[in-house]
Nanobody, 120 residues
């Protein structure tokens, strides 16, 4: 059974930064592609960033140049560094494990999410 625990969310002013972390237990972390999704009220859940097992990354257009996904296989942890935050980045952020085949596909394992609120 794979378990994911996100942390690092909070309230930040526009232009600020946050770093989200997700620790994964169970399974073989280094074999997984990893992804970060976000879900804002009244909107669909969207993929924000993904990182393959080999380290190649992909980003949604809305966060390119501002967000950076990374992984530490020794710590079974994936990170999302978020800079230049905007109010529209406000959402619950979830990390996932999955696979990559032309596109990132999450497995059905989700953490509890961490709330990010960008507001002055």
């Amino acid at each position: 059974q794979v378990q994911l625990v996100e942390s690092g969310g909070g309230l930040v002013q526009p232009g600020g930064s946050l770093r989200l972390s997700c620790v994964v237990s169970g399974g073989f972390f280094s074999d997984y592609a990893m992804g970060w999704y976000r879900h804002a009220p009244g909107k669909q859940r969207d993929l924000v960033a993904a990182i393959r097992s080999g380290g190649r990354t992909n980003y949604a257009d809305s966060v390119k140049g501002r967000f950076t996904i990374s992984r530490d296989n020794a710590k079974n942890t994936v990170y999302l560094q978020m800079n230049s935050l905007k109010p529209e980045d406000t959402a619950v952020y979830y990390c996932t494990v999955g696979t990559y085949s032309g596109h990132y596909y999450p497995y059905d394992y989700w953490g509890q999410g961490t709330q990010v609120t960008v507001s002055s």
